[in-house]
């Protein structure tokens, strides 16, 4: 697995290490999850742009 550095203001760490703990995972895996989270998010408004577009189209064309 790769290691990444990045950079964040000290208090959003702190939340993060509270979620964390709260949620018994180790800051890494909360992160990841984020990510992984984030990036689902994204795909589902590419592929819902992508469909309105279409019925767009569709729509012109008919």
């Known amino acids: 697995m790769a290691r990444v550095l990045i950079s964040?203001?000290?208090?959003?760490?702190?939340?993060?290490?509270?979620?964390?703990g709260t949620e018994n995972r180790t800051r890494s895996e909360l992160i990841r999850?984020?990510?992984r989270?984030?990036?689902h998010r994204q795909k589902v408004r590419e592929?819902?742009?992508a469909i309105k577009n279409a019925?767009?189209?569709e729509t012109l064309l008919d």
Do not use: Q, R, S
């Open 37 to 39: 989270t984030y990036i």
């Open 8 to 20: 964040m203001p000290e208090e959003f760490l702190t939340k993060i290490d509270e979620v964390a």
């Open 55 to 57: 019925n767009i189209l």
């Open 33 to 35: 999850e984020a990510l």
């Open 47 to 49: 592929n819902t742009l």
